[in-house]
Nanobody, 120 residues
């Protein structure tokens, strides 16, 4: 069993900052890509940022230059530093990781989500 637990969400004014964390635990032999997704009310879930085990990153166009994804492989933790937040960043943010626990395949594990609300 693998668990992902997010933290760091909350309410912030437009222009403010938040830092999300997501820690993976359980039977983990290795983790490949780690990602942050978000889902706003009435909208589809979208990929916000991703980071490979080697540290390569990519971002949605809407957050480039404002958000930074990073990871600590020793702690099996991924972070999302969010700056210059806008009301349209309001959403539930979900952590996702491709985890190898043995066997043939990587498992795509998901966290429970953390709410980020940006007031105007």
């Amino acid at each position: 069993q693998v668990q992902l637990v997010e933290s760091g969400g909350g309410l912030v004014q437009a222009g403010g900052s938040l830092r999300l964390s997501c820690a993976a635990s359980g039977r983990i032999l290795s983790i490949n890509a780690m990602k942050w997704h978000r889902q706003a009310p009435g909208k589809q879930r979208e990929l916000v940022a991703a980071i490979t085990s080697g540290g390569s990153t990519n971002y949605a166009d809407s957050v480039k230059g404002r958000f930074t994804i990073s990871r600590d492989n020793a702690k099996n933790t991924v972070y999302l530093e969010m700056n210059s937040l806008k009301p349209e960043d309001t959403a539930v943010y979900y952590c996702n990781a491709d985890v190898y626990s043995g066997g043939t395949y990587y498992l795509s594990a998901w966290g429970q989500g953390t709410q980020v609300t940006v007031s105007s």
